[in-house]
């Protein structure tokens, strides 16, 4: 008796571990599927990305496949190009995934995320690149402020503030002070420099309806965020 019970919990515990193992290895020949679907309608919306990367989150993924819906399905991009912004880094996160899975397979279904979002940073030397002004320096000073800091002709070395903010989808940075540390110099140059520093700046192409909404300053960069609605993934 003792024996057969120890053969059956054996049993199990191998079985376990084989659903264990299939479960991972369905997730990752569909995160693979996922990824290069994805590409390919990266491409034909002419969306410049390295190949985007695929991670399905929850567990038992099969249970998920069954009922046809996911819980979260993560993916992401890097090198962005378009724009005056470059995003080396995009990712995102598809909530409330449904692909009814005989549907997904013969191609008649798409999956469709309930709710979309996504994060990126602009750093603050293409920040300061994109404005078109060198020479300056630009460091998280609050939420969405920053300090600006160089050495300008005629102004010698200045300092001042800037906000950074959302404005239609794109970044808009303003400079909102700027003193320099030279003595005599008139106010409408000081003027003039501080209006080249409002600049409107534009994000490369988002994938999946992704509009920008937010940012905050950090202190590698400005953290960029975007949602979306009712999207068609792949």
């Given at each position: 008796?003792?024996?057969?019970?120890?053969?059956?919990?054996?049993?199990?515990?191998?079985?376990?571990?084989?659903?264990?193992?299939?479960?991972?290895?369905?997730?990752h020949v569909a995160?693979?599927?996922?990824?290069?679907?994805?590409?390919?309608?990266?491409?034909?919306?002419?969306?410049?990305?390295?190949?985007?990367?695929?991670?399905?989150?929850?567990?038992?993924?099969?249970?998920?496949?069954?009922?046809?819906?996911?819980?979260?399905?993560?993916?992401?991009?890097?090198?962005?190009?378009?724009?005056?912004?470059?995003?080396?880094?995009?990712?995102?996160?598809?909530?409330?995934?449904?692909?009814?899975?005989?549907?997904?397979?013969?191609?008649?279904?798409?999956?469709?995320?309930?709710?979309?979002?996504?994060?990126?940073?602009?750093?603050?030397?293409?920040?300061?690149?994109?404005?078109?002004?060198?020479?300056?320096?630009?460091?998280?000073?609050?939420?969405?402020?920053?300090?600006?800091?160089?050495?300008?002709?005629?102004?010698?070395?200045v300092t001042g503030?800037?906000?950074?903010?959302?404005?239609?989808?794109?970044?808009?940075?303003?400079?909102?002070?700027?003193?320099?540390?030279?003595?005599?110099?008139?106010?409408?140059?000081?003027?003039?420099?501080?209006?080249?520093?409002?600049?409107?700046?534009?994000?490369?192409?988002?994938?999946?309806?992704?509009?920008?909404?937010?940012?905050?300053?950090?202190?590698?960069?400005?953290?960029?965020?975007?949602?979306?609605?009712?999207?068609?993934?792949?």
């Open positions: 008796m003792r024996r057969a019970l120890r053969v059956t919990a054996v049993i199990a515990v191998v079985l376990g571990v084989l659903l264990v193992v299939a479960d991972r290895v369905g997730a995160e693979g599927q996922i990824a290069e679907r994805v590409a390919t309608r990266l491409e034909e919306r002419g969306i410049t990305s390295s190949p985007p990367k695929v991670s399905i989150t929850g567990v038992p993924f099969l249970t998920q496949v069954a009922a046809g819906r996911y819980d979260e399905i993560d993916l992401t991009l890097r090198d962005l190009k378009g724009g005056t912004l470059p995003l080396p880094l995009l990712t995102v996160q598809a909530h409330d995934v449904v692909a009814p899975t005989a549907g997904v397979l013969d191609g008649t279904v798409h999956p469709v995320a309930q709710r979309v979002t996504g994060t990126a940073t602009v750093s603050y030397a293409d920040l300061v690149k994109a404005s078109g002004l060198a020479n300056l320096t630009l460091r998280a000073k609050g939420e969405r402020e920053v300090q600006v800091s160089g050495k300008l002709p005629l102004l010698g070395e503030a800037a906000e950074v903010t959302v404005v239609d989808g794109k970044v808009r940075l303003r400079a909102t002070e700027l003193r320099s540390s030279l003595g005599g110099v008139s106010q409408t140059l000081l003027d003039t420099y501080r209006e080249k520093l409002a600049v409107t700046l534009s994000l490369p192409k988002l994938p999946f309806d992704l509009e920008l909404t937010d940012l905050r300053t950090a202190e590698t960069g400005l953290l960029v965020s975007f949602t979306a609605a009712d999207v068609e993934l792949a």
